[in-house]
């Protein structure tokens, strides 16, 4: 059985831990009320923005719209969004495993061949994919330390420019969607080309009238709704990195205390058998005399 100072050691470390996870939580607490303002006011105007996309690009054919140009996939570009940081629990883990079953079930030959291309945006992306077997672009690895529309518009032209010259054929995202404090879905959304499937296009009206005229709002709207779409992306992923953390010290820190009532034990077991062993030693010593 340990000594008394070794159990006092250990309660001592995990009081501490305990204090660092519930500072830890209170801080993604925080965090998190930001973050998820931010994605809730952006949902209703990307969504909308999103659905005028897909109708106005039905409308048009990949001559006045390179991004609806569906080809051949020989080359696609994956944006892996993670987290800058761990402690979130399954947060970062389950962006790598479901970039992985995307490669395996969808782009498993382009993969052999050396055409695909993943996009991190995150530290843990970066690193995690960095040191694999994989072709990386490590320009925007750290963006989250900046994260703002400009950033993330670069980001977005960048997939958009190497789609309209035809360096990829196709581009996908794949990130975690915030739900709430608790759960987070993994998301795969194709970001190019353009495309909706038949339930969306029976919805969407296309009957659209341009004004000032085609080629303008084409050329503008389209490509900022891209932007637009890749933002919200980072939002939800941030927001869910918040979440997947605040609930994951949490656990900890209930986990701290689960152990502090189990070290308590023994510390006042050890200690009983301590004074019992002195109690003993007194009277043997006290019958010797006698």
Do not use: W
Request: glycine share 6%; charged share 25%.
């Amino acid at each position: 059985m340990a000594n008394l100072k070794e159990v006092k050691t250990r309660i001592s470390s995990v009081q501490s831990t305990q204090q660092i996870t519930k500072a830890m939580k209170m801080v993604a607490a925080a965090k998190l009320r930001r973050a998820q303002d931010s994605i809730i006011q952006m949902r209703p105007y990307a969504q909308k923005l999103d659905s005028i996309l897909v109708g106005v690009s039905a409308s048009l054919d990949t001559e006045e719209n390179v991004f609806s140009e569906e080809r051949e996939v020989n080359s696609v570009l994956i944006i892996a969004i993670t987290s800058d940081r761990g402690l979130c629990g399954p947060f970062n883990s389950n962006v790598f495993k479901a970039t992985n079953a995307l490669i395996a079930d969808k782009y498993a030959n382009q993969f052999k061949e050396g055409g695909v291309t993943i996009l991190p945006i995150g530290k843990k992306a970066l690193d995690y994919f960095s040191k694999r077997d994989f072709i990386v672009e490590k320009k925007f690895g750290e963006l989250f330390g900046k994260l703002s529309f400009g950033e993330a518009m670069k980001a977005a032209e960048f997939a958009m420019k190497g789609f309209e010259n035809k360096k990829f054929d196709a581009v996908e995202i794949v990130y975690n969607e915030f739900k709430n404090v608790a759960t987070q879905i993994m998301c795969t959304d194709q970001f190019l080309p353009i495309v909706s499937n038949e339930e969306e296009g029976s919805s969407v009206n296309n009957d659209y009238i341009y004004q000032p005229n085609q080629d303008t709002l084409v050329e503008h709207l389209i490509p900022t709704s891209l932007r637009i779409k890749l933002y919200k992306a980072l939002l939800e992923s941030n927001a869910s990195e918040h979440g997947a953390r605040m609930t994951a010290m949490d656990k900890a820190t209930d986990n701290a205390g689960d152990l502090l009532k189990e070290l308590k034990l023994k510390y006042n077991q050890t200690r009983q058998a301590a004074i019992t062993n002195e109690i003993l030693e007194i009277v043997a010593g006290a019958e010797a005399l006698g």
